[in-house]
């Protein structure tokens, strides 16, 4: 109570930052006048003017007022948008490096661009990073016009883009990219072998476009570059085979983790079927260290039938597995699982199992985002995460004042008792408001849901649209048409969808749409005659209460509940939002619907009956905080365990980025080559020991394979007054001289190539090893918690004798590699070439038949003598080669399949 008076009296942390903003935009409408007076080379040479500024030290907080007043008039003759003054202040928050909390419809698109262009004024770049390829090519395409108004560039970065391009874009003034293309452009620019092949130039400055869904609900998965390991895909099947015969006393699910494993009866019932099948050997169990490889498989064969659901997790497209964002419900196509698991859901659905990959560099977006010298983001919905985003990424948030009062009713929620009382509520509902000529988005959680909801509107003879992962494509379109009288959409999550629902429908898709009807009509006739009946219908919307957002389920977390509720009241339009619940949902069936139940039976409530009261809402609201608190603490532990792993991965990633950049290799690898001689010494000789102690032997072979030198080393032990400095000294003088010789018949400039390019591969391929190890680690490490040891400084400690370990076999490789190689002779050289010759035209061969088989699928001849009886008259065929029985299937999948 006393902290709701203070409130009243000093205002909110909140109001007071808001207020604290309006002088400055005072001070930018003041200077509106004077740059409405400037022609539109004026604007680029005001641009000029502030660059040069910036660039010679001038503080932006200094150049804001009229860069803003620039950025606001290049807006309106570029666009024909004047930004309002709560759109400046959105603007000034974001270049503060704050999260700006802005309700939906109130234009984030366009405050980007003002606080993007001034900090591109420093001549650094500035990246601009949205949720999809779609939205960053649309919005570079729109405000790129602002930014062309004004003398600047603007770029966008997309997958499969050709290098030359990328680089240009990254080159821009200002730079637009998805969240994943720019986290992978930082792996790949890391695995490059010299500075003119990478394509980002710095982390400068980024603003992220719906910042919670990519800092915080994508920072869940790291992003992998990853490579093909050995095709196991026989064994997925194999095993898959069995999941389906287990029964539930078999295995424990637990949804809230989703993690599912065995129970004991479990783990004897598949023991004894994989001893049947002869997977298992005899003696051999489930649990011992040879059976580590069936177990995870099995076990993430269990986690692909019973917690990942098509149609909900996945869809299956053209024969391939293509994951669903559980947040946006889109598409993530080219994402897998990882660790076995993808390969276990294509078992279960009978599709081309791709094979597992082995990790070559990966990265969290925490880690990636806050290599930014400044970061910023803006979104409808941060405020109940801003715990998370201060002490993850520094950020503060910030709630911007809307342009109009919100007109939008929020209805309390309406709980039923069971699945189909909620169903026939929705659809009695949905029936009301479509008669009534009101617009209605119904939320859904599921593609699976959204589904199920569309036939029961079939059923009913209600007129729909679908939005969901499979009809990805119409998004826009489909979004677009929402606002219509009478229109009924269902959606899959409504999340960074890019395309405002404006009431009676949009009018930019209408005339679209019209011209590429009538491409000979009038445009201005058109516009005229569409604006006339887009004004009609947005009165009749109007008139029935604006846009109804009618959700069947609450989310785990509030802001996805909130994103789809502020669909409905952009910029003061009437709206309403009611939530229908029932005691099968999964939220309310996993997180304690028992006590909910007791007192709804104790109401004595009819069948169709709803419970509506502010206690239900509330304490709804306090289960999704407790499981946004929880799943924060996974992040924030996870990000403790991948913290340890980035301190290696920078220092690896700048030892890359000095060799790349330096001219003197051959320094790097003599003082590697010193310190391997003095290992080596230290280890056959140890210090404080005497000479008849000392591995002179062991010293002379381990010479000849890492520095490639045959050496006296016993004659030398042998002598008077020789102690350990003087045969490291010694075998130092022997290599530097062996190198020096080296050196001079390869040419120093081709030397100093050769010595980066061993540098740059012995890094590359140890670190790949080394992410493998600590992958392994970071998955056995949790046990140590019985064991009374802490899992995190365990972690610490050991991945970091890995690193160590690393190191000293990098040292040891480089010089090996180096001390080994020669140039070629002649006669070497075309053996080399006729070689190179003779496996390209076997290659070309052997494409023959296969394209054809591909094409076709035609039979292959039948080898001599076949019988499918007599496994000796097969011959013995490839797994992959065409199977000799004649049928032009491969061997695998044919007469060689494991069954």
């Known amino acids: 109570m006393l902290g709701t008076l203070a409130k009243k009296l000093f205002g909110t942390p909140n109001d007071r930052k808001v207020k604290a903003t309006w002088p400055l935009v005072q001070r930018i409408n003041a200077l509106e006048p004077q740059f409405q007076a400037l022609s539109d080379d004026e604007l680029i040479a005001r641009t000029r003017e502030l660059q040069d500024r910036a660039q010679k030290g001038e503080a932006l907080d200094a150049l804001l007022p009229e860069a803003f007043a620039n950025c606001r008039e290049g807006a309106r003759r570029a666009l024909g948008l004047r930004a309002f003054d709560v759109q400046l202040m959105g603007g000034i928050f974001l270049h503060e490096g704050n999260i700006a909390e802005m309700k939906t419809g109130e234009g984030k698109t366009l405050v980007a661009t003002f606080p993007a262009y001034l900090n591109a004024l420093s001549g650094k770049g500035v990246h601009v990073v949205t949720v999809n390829d779609y939205l960053a090519r649309r919005d570079a395409d729109w405000m790129g016009k602002v930014f062309r108004q004004l003398g600047m560039t603007t770029g966008v970065v997309v997958p499969f883009q050709p290098e030359a391009e990328k680089r240009a874009a990254y080159a821009a003034d200002v730079t637009y990219s998805t969240n994943n293309e720019l986290g992978f452009d930082y792996l790949r620019d890391n695995m490059k072998a010299s500075l003119e092949e990478m394509v980002q130039r710095g982390h400068n400055y980024a603003i992220v476009d719906e910042v919670d869904s990519i800092l915080i609900d994508e920072a869940r998965t790291p992003l992998i570059i990853s490579g093909p390991s050995e095709d196991r895909s026989e064994l997925y099947k194999t095993l898959d085979a069995f999941i389906p015969e287990l029964d539930e006393s078999h295995y424990k699910i637990d949804e809230k983790t989703r993690n599912a494993t065995f129970s004991e009866e479990g783990n004897e019932y598949l023991e004894q ?7 298992l050997p005899e003696g051999q169990r489930l649990y011992d260290p040879e059976s580590t490889t069936i177990v995870h498989h099995l076990g993430q064969g269990l986690r692909a039938h019973k917690l990942y659901h098509r149609d909900q997790n996945y869809i299956v497209q053209n024969g391939e597995v293509v994951l669903i964002d559980e947040f946006t419900g889109r598409m993530m196509k080219g994402r897998r699982l990882s660790e076995g698991l993808h390969q276990a859901i294509e078992a279960k659905e009978r599709v081309d199992i791709q094979p597992e990959n082995v990790t070559l560099a990966s990265v969290t977006f925490q880690n990636y985002f806050r290599l930014y010298d400044k970061l910023a983001g803006m979104t409808g919905t941060a405020a109940t995460e801003a715990e998370e985003f201060a002490e993850i990424y520094k950020l503060g948030v910030v ?7 919100i007109a939008r009713v929020d209805e309390h929620d309406r709980v039923y008792r069971t699945a189909d009382e909620k169903h026939a ?33 079939k059923a009913k003879g209600i007129a729909h649209n679908v939005l969901n992962a499979r009809q990805h494509e119409q998004e826009a379109q489909i979004v677009a048409d929402a606002g219509k009288p009478g229109a009924v959409t269902i959606a899959t999550n409504m999340a960074g969808r890019g395309t405002d629902i404006q009431l009676g429908g949009n009018v930019e898709m209408k005339v679209l749409d019209a011209l590429k009807a009538d491409p000979e009509a009038n445009p201005d006739e058109l516009r005229a005659r569409i604006e006339a009946d887009h004004a009609e219908a947005k009165r009749r919307v109007l008139e029935a209460g604006g846009l109804f957002v009618l959700a069947t389920e609450r989310h785990e977390s509030r802001r996805i509940d909130n994103q789809l509720r502020g669909r409905s009241g952009r910029q003061g339009d009437p709206g309403r939002s009611l939530f229908f619940l029932s005691l099968d949902d999964d939220l309310m069936r996993i997180f304690g619907s028992e006590r909910l139940d007791k007192v709804l039976s104790t109401l004595g409530m009819k069948e169709g009956e709803a419970i509506i009261h502010p206690w239900v809402n509330k304490s709804l609201e306090r289960a999704q905080a407790k499981v946004e608190g929880r799943n924060f603490d996974i992040r924030k532990q996870l990000l403790k365990f991948d913290d340890v792993m980035n301190d290696q991965r920078k220092a690896i990633f700048g030892q890359r980025r000095e060799i790349m950049d330096s001219n003197e290799v051959d320094e790097i690898a003599a003082d590697m080559r010193h310190q391997v001689i003095e290992d080596l010494v230290d280890r056959y000789m140890p210090a404080r020991s005497y000479p008849d102690q000392w591995d002179s032997a062991g010293l002379k072979q381990a010479v000849i394979e890492g520095l490639n030198l045959d050496l006296p080393i016993a004659d030398w032990a042998a002598e008077d007054g020789v102690d350990q400095e003087v045969i490291l000294d010694r075998i130092a003088e022997a290599s530097d001289a062996y190198m020096e010789k080296k050196t001079e018949s390869f040419g120093p400039e081709t030397m100093r190539q050769i010595e980066k390019q061993v540098l740059l591969q012995q890094i590359d391929a140890k670190w790949r090893e080394h992410l493998v190890t600590l992958e392994h680690l970071r998955s056995v490490v949790g046990f140590r918690g019985y064991a009374q040891r802490d899992p995190l400084n365990e972690y610490k400690s050991e991945s970091f004798q890995l690193f160590e370990s690393l190191l000293e076999s990098l040292r040891g490789e480089v010089t090996k590699n180096l001390a080994r190689i020669r140039p070629l002779t002649e006669a070497e050289r075309e053996q080399m070439m006729r070689d190179y010759q003779e496996q390209l035209a076997a290659q070309q061969k052997s494409m023959q038949p296969q394209h054809a088989a591909a094409g076709g699928g035609g039979a292959t001849a039948k080898a001599t003598g076949f019988d499918p009886d007599d496994r000796a008259t097969w011959g013995n065929p490839g797994r992959n080669d065409p199977c000799p029985c004649g049928s032009g299937e491969k061997f695998k999948h044919c007469h060689g399949r494991i069954v």
Not at 399 to 405: A, D, F, L, S
């Open 425 to 457: 509520a929705v659809i009695e509902a949905i029936r009301e408001a479509h008669g009534a000529g009101q617009p209605i988005l119904v939320g859904t959680t599921s593609i699976e849901k959204s589904e199920m909801l569309s036939e029961l509107l």
């Open 273 to 279: 079927r994989l001893r049947a099948a002869g997977i």
């Open 399 to 405: 709630e911007v004042p809307t342009n109009r009062p």
